[in-house]
């Protein structure tokens, strides 16, 4: 194979490769192993086959992109920024993507080699046009190039080279081409500053961070509900988040949402910002965040009780990030009655609202009834119980019923729920003094597709996992789902047959 490749390759150099042998080369290189194809390439190929790419023929240009991402992947990338700059930088002003794209990906594996890295950072050039890209029409362009950049701002050099040079004015410069290429430049300066607390006081220092806060505390609704987004990933690391404080953004964020209650158009961001709170609760604290701004949890529950769909599917998946741990759920047990009306509000959404709000909530539902074994104490298996209690009068008919509906989605959204209490001795008894319910989880005719399959079967392992089960389901029961757990998920009972003489 290798030959062959040799000689495709040979053929390639000459300009003599017509369409259909470029098409055997782009399967034969996938075929050959890298340090074999290093052993066959030359400068003339690689040459060639950029050359190749200058011709208007959409066909060509895609095998010969296949073929360089496969052999450009096999070689050092020293030597590809070393032989191949002027290549790769024709490559960024390519009319085809699919050219840009390659190129643009080179340069972020130059990363991997620090001696690549500060050839890259020696062509300001090759970094300009690459900032360029971001500006592209096309997001997947721009995507790469925010890929690169990224990764080329995760070593020292690059964080000098992006921030503390010319290129900073190319990256205002691209901002200004209009309001989604700015978008994009945030999303690359908040990916740069999640990396460490030094990339951030780079992006810091350039005052990008202040132009992204100025965004979000602004007049125009729609660009806070974008910004929102952004600030929210910022939050996601502790030095984002000490930063976030100490510039006092997550008071101002709090005041916004209590402003919302006098603003009409407070729908277009207000989700953003409570969902904001709500991943801040479970990275740092759900007591301390939720007692400092009182206003978040006032707001999940007023939309959560509201009419409009939007909102209770944003305070659904909130409750159920807060609920999540053990500490978010003691602050929502402390809201008492409320909570427990609000969970009935939600086993009603969970069987007759839209399909999409019904998933939400039965996920949110599992998130928080689930208690990890080394949790379950006598009082927060109390809790989860007195919660599953209140949505429903029958709770455990109520998702048996969503779980037998003909829709694969709502099908595993009840058993996952029935997952999370598996574990709990208290839902271990109301299943086993539930009629035809044991029976009905070793039943493997009622899963029709894999990923029911799975389901049942993650409900069965939970089961079998708890130290409570065989007591409390006895050893009938409890040698059944053994057996179940051993065959795995797929198992099909052999159905033995007799032939009978004169049959057909």
């Not at 690459?130 to 592209?136: A, D, F, K, S, V």
């Not at 691209?174 to 999303?187: F, G, K, S």
């Not at 409570?274 to 991943?279: E, I, Y």
Request: glycine content about 4%.
């Amino acid at each position: 194979m290798a030959e062959a490749v040799a000689e495709l390759l040979e053929r390639a150099a000459r300009r003599e490769a017509p369409l259909e042998e470029l098409r055997a080369l782009r399967l034969a290189v996938q075929a050959v192993p890298p340090a074999a194809l290093r052993a066959r390439l030359s400068d003339d190929h690689l040459g060639a086959l950029f050359a190749l790419l200058s011709v208007n023929d959409r066909e060509q240009v895609s095998a010969c992109v296949s073929i360089l991402e496969r052999l450009l992947q096999a070689l050092d990338p020293v030597y590809v920024i070393q032989n191949l700059r002027e290549e790769l930088q024709k490559g960024l002003f390519h009319p085809d993507d699919s050219v840009k794209i390659l190129t643009i990906s080179q340069v972020g594996r130059f990363v991997e080699n620090a001696d690549a890295v500060t050839e890259i950072l020696n062509s300001p050039e090759l970094l300009r046009q690459i900032i360029n890209c971001i500006g592209g029409e096309k997001i997947a362009v721009a995507k790469e190039a925010i890929k690169s950049l990224s990764r080329i701002a995760q070593t020292q050099d690059g964080l000098e080279a992006l921030f503390v040079s010319n290129l900073l004015s190319d990256l205002k410069n691209v901002m200004a081409t209009n309001d989604i290429v700015r978008y994009r430049v945030y999303e690359l300066i908040v990916e740069i500053s999640s990396v460490s607390a030094d990339s951030l006081n780079y992006c810091a220092n350039s005052g990008l961070i202040s132009e992204l806060i100025g965004e979000l505390t602004g007049d125009d609704v729609l660009v806070r509900a974008t910004c929102i987004e952004m600030v929210t990933s910022l939050a996601h690391t502790p030095h984002g988040r000490q930063y976030l404080a100490q510039q006092g953004i997550i008071d101002k964020i709090s005041n916004i949402v209590v402003g919302a209650e006098s603003d009409p158009f407070s729908g277009f961001y207000l989700p953003g910002f409570v969902k904001f709170f709500g991943n801040l609760a479970v990275v740092d604290s759900p007591q301390q965040i939720c007692e400092r701004y009182p206003v978040f949890m006032e707001k999940v529950f007023e939309m959560a009780e509201s009419h409009d769909p939007t909102m209770i599917g944003v305070a659904v998946d909130t409750l159920g990030i807060l609920g999540s741990n053990v500490e978010g759920k003691q602050v929502l047990q402390k809201t008492r009655s409320r909570f427990q009306n609000l969970l009935n509000r939600i086993g009603h959404q969970a069987k007759n609202a839209p399909t999409e709000l019904r998933l939400r909530c039965l996920d949110a539902i599992s998130s928080l009834l689930y208690l990890p074994p080394e949790q379950q104490t006598e009082d927060l298996l109390r809790m989860t119980e007195s919660w599953f209690t209140s949505l429903s009068s029958q709770p455990l008919e109520l998702f048996r019923s969503i779980s037998t509906q003909p829709f694969p989605d709502l099908h595993c959204g009840a058993l996952r729920v029935f997952t999370a209490i598996a574990n709990q001795p208290w839902a271990q008894k109301l299943m086993l003094d539930t009629p035809g319910f044991v029976e009905y989880v070793v039943d493997r005719s009622v899963e029709p597709d894999k990923a029911s399959k799975d389901a049942k079967y993650e409900l069965v392992k939970a089961l079998v996992n708890s130290k409570t089960i065989a007591e409390i389901f006895g050893n009938q029961y409890y040698l059944r789902l053994r057996a179940y757990l051993r065959e795995g998920p797929y198992y099909i009972k052999a159905v033995s047959t007799t032939a009978v003489e004169g049959a057909e």
